[in-house]
Nanobody, 111 residues
Framework: QVQLVESGGGLVQPGGSLRLSCAAS????????MGWYRQAPGKQRELVAT???????TYGDSVKGRFTISRDYAKNTVDLQMNSLKPEDTAVYYC?????WGQGTQVTVSS
């Protein structure tokens, strides 16, 4: 059974940075795409970033150049480094592994 546990969310001022981390249990980590999605109040869930087992990455247009996704095979983790944060980045951020989803972590960007 796959379990995904996100951490690192919180409150940050515009222009600041946060780093989200997702720890995955189970044996599927190595063979599946991992990613981050987000959902803001009243909006549809949207892609933030994904990373394939070979390391190929994909980013949503709104975060390109500001966010970086990475994965650590030794630790079974996937991280999301978020820089130059904007109020519109405020959302619940979800970690994914294949078709599995974590519970989400809140990121709030506000002064």
């Amino acid at each position: 059974q796959v379990q995904l546990v996100e951490s690192g969310g919180g409150l940050v001022q515009p222009g600041g940075s946060l780093r989200l981390s997702c720890a995955a249990s189970g044996t599927f980590f190595r063979f599946n795409t991992m990613g981050w999605y987000r959902q803001a109040p009243g909006k549809q869930r949207e892609l933030v970033a994904t990373i394939r087992p070979g390391g190929v990455t994909t980013y949503g247009d709104s975060v390109k150049g500001r966010f970086t996704i990475s994965r650590d095979y030794a630790k079974n983790t996937v991280d999301l480094q978020m820089n130059s944060l904007k109020p519109e980045d405020t959302a619940v951020y979800y970690c994914t592994l294949g078709t599995e989803w974590g519970q989400g972590t809140q990121v709030t960007v506000s002064s």
